[in-house]
């Protein structure tokens, strides 16, 4: 079986089929070598190593030093609460997960009339923009992007590159706690880019949250929109 394109989407094209006979029940065990994957799929063996990780942050896979790749039978998702004071290090720290948060882009942006409308800000109000994706145990459960005012929080984009941390950014410009107003909930296929950016399978499903954050005296924080990756991820809706 040989497969064509560029180098992206023959990793990507190596993973999915894996994915499938994992599916079939065709792979239930260990898998073939590194070298014989190779050799099946036409590919390089950087290749077959970059799909395999591919599964293994999906919870597909797993590797084991010296013996060689698995199935995992029943990968687990992360459990992820939802509400009035949601906090992804917290989340993940309750779990026995490492949490980190890495800035993908940032930019300095002026509000059109729906982000304002959110951030109950004036059409045009300077606002900072900010793309992360959020990491637990290494494996990327979602990425997010977010508005703040820049007036409110001018070093906001410089803090969280720092901390990882949103809620420790936040702390860092002057506010101390906010709480969860509103969420949003609906789904979507994985766009090419996330897929990449998040080392998942081409036709993932992801869950995307629209939610506002206040301060204590309910005046907007931030706006985010997070897509989080549904087969890695569980999110439970919290009763306030």
């Keep these: 079986m040989s497969l064509d394109?560029?180098?992206?989407?023959?990793?990507r094209r190596v993973a999915d089929d894996i994915r499938s006979n994992i599916g079939d029940g065709v792979i239930s065990d260990a898998l073939p070598s590194e070298m014989e994957l190779a050799a099946r799929y036409g590919v390089n063996r950087h290749t077959v190593r970059r799909a395999i990780a591919a599964l293994t942050a999906d919870g597909l896979l797993r590797v084991e030093r010296g013996r060689g790749t698995f199935v995992n039978n029943k990968p687990q998702r992360v459990v992820y609460p939802i509400g009035s004071r949601t906090r992804f290090s917290e989340n993940m720290l309750k779990q026995s997960l490492?949490?980190?948060?890495?800035?993908?882009?940032?930019?300095?942006?002026?509000?059109?009339?729906?982000?304002?409308?959110?951030?109950?800000?004036?059409?045009?109000?300077?606002?900072?923009?900010?793309?992360?994706l959020s990491v637990a145990n290494g494996v990327p459960l979602s990425r997010s992007t977010s508005y703040f005012s820049a007036e409110r929080f001018p070093g906001i984009?410089?803090?969280?590159?720092?901390?990882?941390?949103?809620?420790?950014?936040l702390r860092r410009e002057g506010l101390g706690d906010y709480r969860r107003r509103e969420t949003r909930l609906t789904a979507e296929r994985v766009s090419a880019k996330d897929a990449e950016l998040m080392s998942c399978a081409t036709d993932a499903v992801v869950l995307i949250s629209k939610a506002?954050?206040?301060?204590?005296?309910?005046?907007?924080?931030?706006?985010?929109?997070?897509?989080?990756?549904?087969?890695?991820?569980?999110?439970?809706?919290l009763q306030s």
């Design 157 to 169: 984009i410089e803090a969280y590159a720092e901390t990882g941390s949103i809620t420790e950014a």
């Design 212 to 237: 506002i954050d206040v301060d204590l005296e309910g005046r907007p924080v931030q706006f985010i929109r997070t897509k989080f990756l549904a087969d890695r991820v569980e999110l439970v809706m």
């Design 5 to 11: 394109g560029d180098g992206v989407t023959r990793w």
């Design 98 to 132: 490492e949490p980190s948060g890495r800035l993908i882009k940032s930019d300095y942006v002026l509000s059109d009339a729906a982000t304002a409308a959110l951030l109950e800000c004036r059409v045009g109000t300077p606002l900072h923009r900010l793309d992360s």
